[in-house]
Every structure is written in structure tokens, then in C-alpha cells.
């Protein structure tokens, strides 16, 4: 490894962000995913499947499975596996449960 007072990039020191998770404060540093910060402190669920209510988190990590919602900022939906977190994110979980549609 190059030390850092060599390294022609100069790269910065980690920056310290702050999410409001559901009321509580989670300590993250930029370039985190949400998902990064949930896991980093310890959660590892933050979502209720629709139909069964079981638990659900982060499963395939790369915004194609969908089981790592959540609310960011108001909006709904946000796949937290691929949402780089930013200081002052508000996030809410999503433990709703759907109705099951009817079968034909």
C-alpha cells in the first residue's frame, strides 16, 4: 500500500453522516448504502414480506430481489441495497402488510 502522504489522489478521511432511522439516530460515513448503515448497526431486517409478515433485509444486495425497501425522505420504494445514504436522510421502514389478491 502507498502511505497516504505519498499518494498522488490524496484521498479524503471517511466523512461521519447521521441517518433518522424510525426516530433513531444511526452513525454511517459517506459512500455507505442505507443497507450499509442498517447492517453496520446491527439490523439485519427492516421490512415485513407482503402476504406472510416474515422479516426481510438485504438478500441479493444489488436491487434485484426487492426485499430491502424503505422510505427515504418521503418516498417510498427506495431499495436500500443500492441508495448511497446522505447526512439528514430520514428513513422509515416498511412493515405493512398487503392484502393477498384473490385467486382465479
Known amino acids: 500500500m502507498v502511505p497516504r502522504s505519498q499518494d498522488v489522489v490524496q484521498p479524503a478521511g471517511p466523512q461521519p453522516l447521521t441517518l433518522e432511522v424510525d426516530g433513531e439516530e444511526l452513525q454511517g460515513v459517506a459512500g455507505q448504502t442505507i443497507a ?33 425497501l ?23 421502514l416498511q412493515h405493512e402488510r398487503r392484502e393477498e389478491l384473490p385467486r382465479d
Do not use: E, Y
Not at 48 to 60: D, E, I, L, N, Y
Open 70 to 92: 424503505v422510505t427515504v425522505n418521503g418516498l417510498r420504494d427506495v431499495r436500500a441495497c443500492q441508495r448511497r445514504a446522505v447526512d439528514g436522510d430520514v428513513v422509515g
Open 36 to 68: 450499509g448503515v442498517l447492517l453496520a448497526a446491527g439490523r439485519s431486517s427492516w421490512r415485513s414480506a407482503g402476504r406472510t409478515g416474515r422479516p426481510r433485509g438485504v438478500f441479493c444486495g444489488i436491487g434485484v430481489c426487492f426485499d430491502c
